[in-house]
């Protein structure tokens, strides 16, 4: 204590306050990068897209998150005229941890068939040209806790507005899967759905699985086996693919991915090819 009751400072008139400021500085330094780390403040999960394959993601979009998907679709039909599918758009909007809204359109020309499984249960199954919004939520139902996968369910309902039919379909899947060492990724999903072709109503159920293997900090490649049957359906479907593809993230929240894949059956068709974006903002 001085002699007018101050207490005395702890260090010098200069080399005294330098000091403490930088001990101040370094406190407030940790914490920055601390920060970051804490529950309320974890960093984002890498960007998964629905479309990167058949087999989709058991992962949402995160709270006050939304992802748009687009893309594009050839099919190489055996016994019809080549099938084109675009935009492939998809927007997924996260209300909480668990869940999010979806909202998407699409129009395709040409032949019969899908590849995207967005699309599953929205297709057209004739020769037609026609266009379709789609609507529905996905909900995360399980985390990953030892052999416990991942998983998540999906409602989603299609409408068409153009086109021959006039129809509504709807599709309830659920897809699952476990992350290994290294990143690695085994994935399953099933779907299934109500179909119409003219006055033959009949269900179609699409099994899919998917193995993930990221290369580096930015890529991912991927093979994969999907197949859509139907039950009920006077001329039954029957069409199953083997496929490969990848993806590269350009920044964490922009992925850019191409999938290529074959007919394994001669009711399937001979080849298809899908290219598209995500990005999440």
Same mark, same amino acid.
């Given at each position: 204590?001085?002699?007018?009751?101050?207490r005395?400072?702890?260090?010098?008139?200069?080399?005294?306050?330098?000091?403490?400021?930088?001990?101040?500085?370094?406190?407030?330094?940790?914490?920055?990068?601390?920060?970051?780390?804490?529950p309320?403040g974890?960093?984002?999960?890498?960007?998964?897209?629905?479309?990167?394959?058949?087999?989709?993601?058991?992962?949402?979009?995160?709270?006050?998150?939304?992802?748009?998907?687009?893309?594009?679709?050839?099919?190489?039909?055996?016994?019809?005229?080549?099938?084109?599918?675009?935009p492939e758009?998809?927007?997924?909007r996260?209300f909480?941890e668990?869940?999010?809204?979806?909202?998407?359109f699409n129009?395709?020309?040409?032949?019969?068939?899908?590849?995207?499984?967005?699309?599953?249960?929205?297709?057209?199954?004739?020769?037609?040209?026609?266009?379709?919004v789609?609507?529905?939520?996905? $909900?995360?139902? /399980?985390e990953?806790d030892?052999? @416990?996968?991942?998983?998540? +369910?999906?409602?989603? !309902?299609?409408?068409? %507005?153009?086109?021959?039919?006039?129809?509504?379909?709807?599709?309830?899947?659920e897809?699952?899967?476990?992350?290994?060492?290294g990143?690695?990724?085994?994935?399953?999903a099933?779907?299934?759905?109500?179909?119409?072709?003219?006055?033959?109503?009949?269900?179609?159920?699409?099994?899919?699985s998917?193995?993930k293997?990221?290369?580096?900090?930015?890529?991912?490649?991927?093979?994969?086996?999907?197949? $859509?049957?139907? /039950?009920?359906?006077?001329?039954? @479907?029957?069409s199953q693919? +083997?496929?490969?593809? !990848?993806?590269?993230? %350009?920044?964490?929240?922009?992925?850019?991915?191409?999938?290529?894949g074959?007919?394994?059956?001669?009711?399937s068709?001979?080849?298809?090819?899908?290219v598209?974006?995500g990005?999440?903002?």
């Amino acid at each position: 204590m001085t002699k007018s009751g101050f207490r005395r400072l702890p260090f010098g008139p200069i080399t005294g306050v330098a000091g403490w400021c930088r001990r101040r500085a370094g406190c407030l330094l940790v914490a920055a990068v601390l920060l970051p780390l804490a529950p309320g403040g974890q960093a984002r999960e890498e960007l998964e897209t629905d479309r990167d394959s058949f087999t989709f993601a058991p992962t949402t979009a995160g709270p006050a998150t939304s992802i748009l998907e687009a893309a594009y679709s050839f099919i190489d039909n055996r016994l019809a005229p080549a099938a084109h599918s675009y935009p492939e758009l998809l927007l997924r909007r996260g209300f909480g941890e668990k869940v999010e809204a979806r909202l998407g359109f699409n129009y395709e020309a040409g032949g019969p068939g899908t590849v995207s499984g967005s699309e599953f249960g929205g297709e057209d199954i004739e020769t037609e040209d026609e266009s379709r919004v789609l609507y529905g939520a996905k $909900i995360e139902t /399980t985390e990953q806790d030892g052999w @416990l996968p991942r998983s998540a +369910a999906i409602l989603q !309902g299609y409408t068409p %507005v153009s086109g021959p039919s006039n129809k509504s379909t709807l599709v309830l899947g659920e897809a699952w899967g476990w992350r290994f060492a290294g990143g690695w990724e085994w994935r399953t999903a099933m779907r299934f759905g109500t179909g119409f072709e003219e006055a033959d109503a009949f269900s179609q159920w699409a099994p899919s699985s998917v193995i993930k293997i990221p290369i580096g900090g930015r890529w991912n490649v991927h093979a994969e086996y999907f197949g $859509i049957f139907s /039950t009920g359906k006077e001329t039954p @479907l029957n069409s199953q693919f +083997a496929s490969c593809g !990848g993806h590269v993230l %350009v920044t964490e929240n922009l992925e850019i991915g191409l999938r290529v894949g074959w007919g394994l059956n001669q009711t399937s068709p001979a080849f298809f090819s899908n290219v598209g974006a995500g990005w999440r903002y």
